[in-house]
């Protein structure tokens, strides 16, 4: 069973870039579909971004369209969220979460295997 682990630096200033880590032990994450996804104080959990399997696609909620990038690094077992122009509505907490091979799917009943999440705030 894959266990996920987020990482990245917690408290910006708003313009900001910040870049998450999402990385797996006991598989591999390059047979995983990774999505990332926020939760935010009092609301439900929202997609933000994923990549399917193999690189080639990816999905991005509207919000994020232009600002956030997700990428994989299949030899370091990785998926990465590279967040610039960070806002303060940004604040929320960050999971990963993945499913074996399969698409960018933005469905959260998509992914079997959720990380802890990680605290990230935009100071205005």
């Known amino acids: 069973q894959a266990q996920l682990v987020e990482s990245g630096v917690g408290l910006v200033q708003a313009g900001h870039s910040l870049r998450l880590s999402c990385a797996a032990s006991g598989r591999t994450l390059p047979n995983y579909a990774v999505g990332w996804f926020l939760q935010s104080p009092g609301k439900e959990r929202e997609s933000v971004a994923a990549?399917?399997?193999?690189?080639?696609?990816?999905y991005y909620t509207d919000s994020v369209k232009g600002r956030f990038f997700i990428s994989r690094d299949n030899v370091n077992n990785t998926v990465y969220l590279q967040m610039n122009g960070l806002k303060p509505e940004d604040t929320a907490v960050y999971f990963c979460a993945g499913r074996v091979l399969g698409s960018a799917d933005p469905a959260e009943s998509a992914y079997t295997y959720w990380g802890q999440g990680t605290q990230v705030t935009v100071s205005s």
């Open positions: 990549i399917s399997f193999t690189g080639t696609t990816t």
